[in-house]
């Protein structure tokens, strides 16, 4: 079973960028979908970004032209920049494999979670 990991989460001021990072821990990655997906208190998870094995990606409204989604398959790691952020922006951030790249739904599994903070 693989594993991820996700990195880079902190406290940031609003208007600051930041660099979320979800290593595996199996080489496979580089064959697989994966997306973001975040949880703020007292809300549904939701989605964020997704990328296919080929490149393809995906941003929910909420975050396109300020959030991008990335690979290095030699590095077995996703990133998800984040510039502009918003205190709304503030919440757990998973990453996923299974990702649907058209329906931004995962089957999993799934990391642990890397905290997000966005002070106004």
């Known amino acids: 079973q693989v594993q991820l990991v996700e990195s880079g989460g902190g406290l940031v001021q609003a208007g600051g960028s930041l660099r979320l990072s979800c290593a595996a821990s199996?080489?496979?990655?580089?064959?697989?979908?994966i997306g973001w997906f975040r949880q703020a208190p007292g809300k549904e998870r939701e989605a964020v970004a997704a990328?296919?094995?080929?490149?393809?990606?995906n941003h929910a409204d909420s975050v396109k032209a300020r959030f991008t989604i990335s690979r290095d398959n030699a590095k077995n790691t996703v990133y998800l920049q984040m510039n502009s952020l918003k205190p709304e922006d503030t919440a757990v951030y998973y990453c996923?494999?299974?990702?649907?790249?058209?329906?931004?739904?995962?089957?999993?599994?799934w990391g642990q979670g890397t905290q997000v903070t966005v002070s106004s």
């Open positions: 996923a494999l299974g990702m649907n790249i058209a329906t931004m739904t995962a089957s999993g599994p």
């Open positions: 990328i296919s094995w080929s490149g393809a990606r």
């Open positions: 199996r080489r496979f990655i580089s064959s697989v979908n």
